[in-house]
């Protein structure tokens, strides 16, 4: 009765270094020359243990986005329970909605699940429906909270949650993806989200 659970375990265990070192690979040299065989090698195991737990490259990076989306999920699904109102609550999630895309890692994230999208439509649906529509839905609870507590005007509460996000992103997102300057600041995204939800707030506020 005890070896099944530990076999299950280390199968896990195993599965997941295996993610763990794809992200690396995906991440160095891109989807297109990534290779199952240089992934099976830095594991330290065959090609066809590989295959044991993904049937595909694709199959494998599929995984790994979606262990992407699910940590920022986790990190956006904290925020809206803890937010002690709304202005604190769009400001911490816009903030973390910005830095994911314009920094480091995520921005590298983006341009690499993007660019594999126009290949595998599949990934790239996953992608969106795992990160960027569960992010504004996210979002738009809060937002649908403080609607029904008077805090914010009633209308489409994920419509609103999209034109927040936008406020957010839109700048700063598009010059980094044309690599046109550097990596902004803490400063600079705080900024850049004060003055979104300071917008917000005057256009879906409650009338005075």
Known sequence: MTVEPRTRLDRDSRREAIVDVASDVFMEVGYADASMSVIAARVGGSK?????????????FGAYVERHCARQQQIMDDLVV???DVQAGLTALG??????VVTGFGLR???LIAAEAGRSPAIGRAFYEAGPQRGAAQVARLIERAQAEGRLRSGDPVRAAHQFIAMCQNRLF???LCNYGPEPTAAEIDAEVAAAVETFMAAFGPRA
Do not use: C, D, I, W
């Open 82 to 84: 803890q937010a002690p």
């Open 174 to 176: 598009k010059a980094r």
């Open 48 to 60: 066809g243990t590989l295959y044991n737990y993904f049937r595909s490259k694709e199959e494998l």
């Open 95 to 100: 903030r973390t909605l910005l830095t994911v």
């Open 109 to 111: 994230n983006f341009t």
